[in-house]
């Protein structure tokens, strides 16, 4: 065998030996060794980040060679946190690390592609109209035409094509439309500021001159969340993960936080050495779950279902049976729970109308300025107020909107009612709409009527034109919508925790999976760490909830629970919803 392996040339030793033929002298070219040292070598490093839209945004030295990228590596200047606060370093990601592959990717367009069924009809009709407008209109308003190359959408068939051609179809079937049906059926996507800051301001400016609709990363792929300006009519203004590390119960629910916040991560893991409890709420057994205390896995869906059980222990618990000093005092101010609302007669019961309002009663309560935008509540001396603070009180009354609790008018200080129950003048049958009997093939539903009514308590007032209305606070119909009874006789309304009515940890048990234990433990820990702390419960949130058809829904709930608790605005406390790098702005319009 030896004989025939030295019949190779690469096997046949060459020149001298050493220590009894163990070493060997060897003259061999190594110019071989420049292709790993010229690998690494560059002309200059620049500082930059990614542009892909991440909430990171971490710093990175960009090795440039020839104008090309070579290498990266993570900067490490990061200026110090304050002394109680864990540094931001290190910051970033295996994603960041090979990102210059990205960048110079074989898969990347570089021309313009156009889907060939597409194109074969365009070219047709340009050859029989001069007008692009006319050759599109021949497309669009043949039923066979448009169909044939509609159903190939998202079956590829993709050609190369030009500039020229693309631009001239785009716009051609723009003229088309806003001549048809107006400008504001063409819509479209900008890319993010994050993303192209140039590429964000001529799409955005191209589309707002033509009076077109822009579409945003709320609607376009669900990447904010819409229940936030919705709720709160700001652009989900969340903390920086470095306050994580203030909290002292943390529910990171539907966000894989090491793989989706890699840079921000060690402040989830470093806080757990503070005492911290964490709780994982996601259906798979992501990387978050080893790094919590406790692992909630609730079938794919029904996030909102375990968020309202939630809720309902929280309102039981910590509003009714035992009041938080703390939880009625923020609910008070900072939410609209004492506030009015007008109930409207239905087939036989009532439903939640919208809020009184100054400008419904006599004189307007005395006031003057936009009454029809300021909201009514009643004190603890049972007096109707107009408390500071609602929309009305933001132009034309100085010093007046803000959370003070003043009364609008005399600024004196007041305490809102939040429940009418014990001074009510009737109990009220109220309707509340039901969607837990729709299932579906990942989860059960509980069959209840579609419409369940629950008894409130209201007071009739007079109004400015005469008639009377039947109104009831935000609080008080909040109370009954979690099905929390109040003595008040309510079929639909649960005793106890066991009872498989509406909203009840065993109502969610049927349908998320999750045991009713677990769910009244999280809800009792992390709204008695609140209570303790002044709001210092956290819930992490990312998009796996965000992307279902009723998203906005399922963070309501969410919501709520921060709300019951006082969570919202503390250091340490509230929600923390993370996406994309959606804070960027152009620093001037145009």
């Known amino acids: ?58 710093s990175w030295k960009i090795y440039v ?142 589309l707002s001159l033509i009076g077109g609709t822009c579409l945003s ?114 609910v008070r101010r900072y939410t609209d729970m004492p506030m009015l609302v007008m109930l409207e007669e239905r087939n ?30 009643f004190d603890e001396k049972g007096d109707m107020t107009v408390p500071n603070g609602s929309l009305g009180f933001r132009w034309g009354d100085k010093g007046k909107w803000n959370l003070e609790q003043r009364d609008g008018k005399t600024g004196e200080e007041i305490e809102l009612r939040l429940s009418l129950l014990g001074s009510h003048d009737e109990v009220a049958n109220v309707g509340f709409p039901y969607f837990g009997g729709e299932g579906s093939e990942h989860f059960n539903k509980v069959d209840l009527e579609n419409i369940l009514l629950h008894k409130l308590p209201a007071k009739r007032l007079q109004l400015a034109d005469g008639s009377t209305a039947l109104v009831t606070t935000v609080y008080d119909l909040t109370m009954a919508n979690y099905g929390l009874e109040r003595g008040l006789n309510d079929d639909n309304c649960a005793a106890g925790y066991d009872e498989v009515k509406a909203y009840t940890p065993a109502w969610a048990e049927k349908i998320t999976g999750v045991s009713r234990a677990h769910i009244i433990r999280t809800a009792r820990e992390f709204a008695d760490n609140a209570d303790k702390t002044h709001g210092r419960s956290m819930i992490i949130v990312g998009a796996g909830l965000n992307h279902w058809f009723h998203l906005d829904m399922n963070y309501r709930g969410l919501i709520n629970m921060l709300i019951f608790c006082g969570c919202v605005g503390q250091s340490g406390g509230g929600w923390a919803h993370y996406v994309g790098q959606e804070k960027l702005r152009p620093q001037t319009g145009w």
Request: proline residues 6%; aromatic residues 14%; contains cysteine.
């Open 348 to 377: 036989g019961y009532y439903a939640a109308g919208r809020t009184l309002r100054a400008s419904d009663l006599v004189d307007s309560l005395g006031q003057e300025n936009n009454p029809e935008w300021k909201t009514v509540a």
């Open 1 to 58: 065998m030896s004989k025939f392996l030295d019949r190779f040339r690469y096997f046949k030793q060459k020149g001298e030996t050493f220590a009894d033929g163990h070493g060997q002298l060897l003259n061999t070219n190594r110019d071989w060794e420049d292709g790993y040292r010229q690998r690494w070598q560059h002309d200059k490093i620049v500082r930059s980040t990614h542009g892909v839209n991440c909430t990171g945004s971490c």
């Open 217 to 330: 990363f709320y609607d376009w792929y669900c990447d904010l969340p819409p229940a936030s300006p919705m709720t709160w009519g700001e652009q989900t203004d969340v903390p920086e993960s470095a306050d994580w590390y203030n909290s002292s119960y943390i529910i990171a629910w539907g966000s894989n936080v090491p793989q989706t916040r890699t840079p921000d991560a060690h402040f989830f893991t470093e806080v757990r050495y503070k005492g911290t409890k964490t709780v994982a709420i996601t259906p798979d057994y992501a990387e978050i779950a080893k790094l919590c205390d406790l692992w909630l896995a609730p079938k794919q869906g029904t996030d909102a279902a375990m968020a309202l059980a939630m809720g309902h222990v929280m309102l039981r618990e910590f509003h009714l049976d035992k009041p938080s000093q703390y939880f009625t005092d923020y």
């Open 65 to 206: 060679k020839n104008g090309l990228v070579t290498w990266e590596t993570q900067q490490t200047d990061y200026p110090r946190t304050r002394p109680d606060l864990p540094n931001h370093e290190p910051r970033g990601c295996p994603r960041g690390a090979s990102y210059s592959w990205y960048l110079y990717s074989a898969n990347r367009l570089k021309y313009p592609l156009m889907r060939k069924r597409l194109m074969k009809m365009w070219r047709e009709a340009k050859v029989q109209h001069s007008d692009p407008v006319e050759a599109w209109a021949s497309i669009i308003e043949d039923a066979d035409k448009a169909k044939s190359f509609k159903q190939a959408r998202g079956r590829g068939g993709f050609v190369r094509s030009s500039w020229q051609e693309v631009n001239e179809l785009i716009a051609a079937s723009n003229v088309y439309t806003v001549k048809t049906y107006g400008p504001d059926r063409v819509a479209g996507f900008s890319p993010i500021p994050a993303m192209s800051m140039v590429s964000y301001v001529s799409g955005a400016r191209y």
